[in-house]
Every structure is written in structure tokens, then in C-alpha cells.
């Protein structure tokens, strides 16, 4: 369960001096602020890329320490669909590999495709391609609506169905100012699939963005209450050691956001995340790479078909 938690809940925020932005950097922080705010209107997008997280987990309980190394490799793709009535709805499939390391035991590699739909309220999740078969047996062999039965796999109950419908759009949502904001500069502009970019490399305050309250509605995607997180200790652990550089390549015509590439580390006491632990602590590093297409194009999300 720790494994299905650790690999679903990746992300990081920046630690670094706040400084003042120039007029010029405050002038580009405002216009990827526009474009940002272009991209959270849009009716429709379609999503593919990549996560690499490389994790060590260290886990103290009732006096024993376990250590976990592990490295996720992820191949992610997405639609987004958002209605008037409905709000916003998503499908997203993630293929990932987990190697894992433990002391004492032989190394486990675990591959398996989660597939995701958030329509009409309700989040369905299905588990397939999941190997060893020790870890699919504990998985449903097809979909399940996670809005009805929390408790349809282990760890089921911890997953917050609002929160991942911004799964694809949480970064563009971090308030841009110049205290979350340590440094910005635009790189040459390239050419992305016949659109002109620019491109613009951004430098966020960890601590800063910890305090915004940001870091709350991203971990919201998991029910904090069932996790035991203590929100205080956790903005002050990893506030203080996480850093987060977010690259955007950025229709020069449309000024619609094309590409973003991330690389993010945090560190810290992460708290009793489940019963029977006291304390988990964190170490992660990791990089993606996220392409947009399809703005505004027809997109059928279908609900699943619950057995």
C-alpha cells in the first residue's frame, strides 16, 4: 500500500532566498501568469509524457526501521474535457515500473497500467498488466467506482476523486508572484511540431509556495485524514529542503502552453501516513515531461461500465 501511495503522490516544491523580481522578470512572471490562465479555460486538451521518481523511503514502526529504495518509471497519457454543467472531466492512463530495493530481501520489480476516469462526479480506477502476481491478486480485475466502494483495494480509501481531475493542471494553478517566485529567464525559442515557442524557465520559493496553501490542495487528491498527515510538520519538513524548476514552451500566436518539463526534489518527515506506522521519511527526486495537443477538440470521456 505504501507503494501504491509513494508512486500516485509525486511531488515537490522549491527551498531557495526570496528576491525581488526585476520589472522585466515581474513582466514575464505576469504574461506565463496569462497563459496559464488561458490553459485552465480551455474546453478540451489531450496529455502524453514521462516520470522518472527515484525514492528512498525509510519507515519506523514499533521500534523497527525498514528502508526502501525504488524507482518509478512512468509513460502517462490523458484527455480533459471541461462542461458547464459537468465540470471538468479526465481519463488518464499510467503504465509504470517500480524497482524496489529492501534490505534483507530480494529486489521486486512491479509493473502495472492504472486507468483513470473522473465523470459525473463518480472516479473509477481499473488495475491491469499487474505483475508479480502477488501484488495483482490484491487489485479487482476490472473497474471499480471508487466513489461508491472506498474499500475496493487496499489504500483504495485514501484517494480524493475531486482533486484528480487537476491531475494534469495542478502546476498551472501555483499563484506566480514575486514571493513564490526566486528567479525566471526565457530561453531561445524553439519550434515544437510546426508551433512556434517561446520558451521560458521558471524558479519557485519552496517555503514560500509551501505557505500559500497550494501544497494543501495538491495533497487533498489523497484524504489527508485517512493518511494521519500533520499539514504543519509537513510545509516545515519538506518546505525547508524542496525545490521545484518548471520549463514551459509557449505558443507564440495562441500563447497556449505546448510543453512543460519539471525537475523536483524534497526531503523530510512525512508523519504516520498509515496505521501501524509512527513515521515515514522521504527522499525523492524526479523528472517529467508533459506534452499538450487538442486544444478545444471533441473529446468523448466514457463513464466505465461497473461490474
Known amino acids: 500500500m505504501i507503494v501504491l501511495v509513494a508512486s500516485l503522490a509525486v511531488a515537490a516544491l522549491p527551498a531557495a532566498a526570496q528576491t525581488s523580481l526585476t520589472t522585466d522578470e515581474q513582466a514575464l512572471v505576469d504574461y506565463v501568469q496569462s497563459t496559464f490562465d488561458n490553459f485552465l479555460t480551455l474546453d478540451s486538451f489531450t496529455s502524453t509524457g514521462t516520470n522518472n521518481i527515484v525514492q528512498h523511503i525509510n519507515v519506523t514502526m514499533q521500534d523497527m526501521e525498514m528502508g526502501i529504495d525504488q524507482v518509478i518509471d512512468q509513460i502517462i497519457t490523458g484527455q480533459a474535457q471541461r462542461d458547464a454543467?459537468?465540470?471538468l472531466?479526465?481519463?488518464?492512463?499510467?503504465?509504470?515500473?517500480?524497482?524496489?530495493?529492501?534490505?534483507?530481501?530480494p529486489a521486486q520489480d512491479i509493473t502495472q497500467t492504472i486507468e483513470m476516469v473522473v465523470a459525473d462526479g463518480d472516479f473509477y480506477m481499473r488495475?491491469?498488466?499487474?505483475?508479480?502476481a502477488?501484488?495483482?491478486s490484491i487489485y479487482p480485475s476490472g473497474w471499480v467506482n471508487l466513489s461508491e466502494d472506498t474499500n475496493a483495494f487496499p489504500g483504495a480509501n485514501l484517494l480524493n476523486a475531486?482533486?484528480?481531475t487537476k491531475m494534469f493542471e495542478m502546476q498551472f494553478q501555483f499563484p506566480l508572484n514575486d514571493t513564490t517566485i526566486d528567479?525566471?529567464?526565457?530561453?531561445?525559442?524553439?519550434?515544437?511540431n510546426g508551433v512556434d515557442t517561446r520558451v521560458i524557465k521558471l524558479v519557485y520559493n519552496g517555503p514560500a509556495l509551501f505557505n500559500s496553501g497550494e501544497m494543501d490542495q495538491y495533497l487533498s487528491a489523497f484524504n489527508t485524514g485517512q493518511l494521519g498527515l500533520d499539514m504543519d510538520q509537513l510545509r516545515q519538513s519538506m518546505g525547508e529542503s524542496a525545490a521545484l524548476e518548471l520549463t514551459i514552451w509557449i505558443g507564440i500566436d495562441d500563447e497556449l502552453i505546448y510543453r512543460t518539463d519539471t525537475q523536483m526534489s524534497m526531503s523530510g518527515d512525512v508523519g504516520?501516513?498509515?496505521?501501524?506506522?509512527?513515521?515515514?521519511?522521504?527522499?525523492?527526486?524526479a523528472t517529467s515531461s508533459m506534452t499538450y495537443t487538442g486544444f478545444n477538440e471533441p473529446v468523448t470521456i466514457e463513464t466505465p461500465s461497473v461490474k
Do not use: C, H, W
Open 183 to 192: 528567479r525566471i529567464k526565457e530561453l531561445p525559442g524553439e519550434t515544437l
Open 127 to 132: 488495475f491491469s498488466n499487474v505483475s508479480p
Open 89 to 105: 472531466s479526465m481519463a488518464a492512463q499510467v503504465d509504470q515500473t517500480i524497482s524496489q530495493e529492501t534490505p534483507g530481501q
Open 272 to 285: 504516520a501516513v498509515v496505521a501501524g506506522i509512527d513515521n515515514m521519511y522521504l527522499e525523492q527526486q
Open 134 to 136: 502477488t501484488v495483482a
Open 85 to 87: 454543467a459537468s465540470g
Open 162 to 164: 475531486e482533486q484528480y
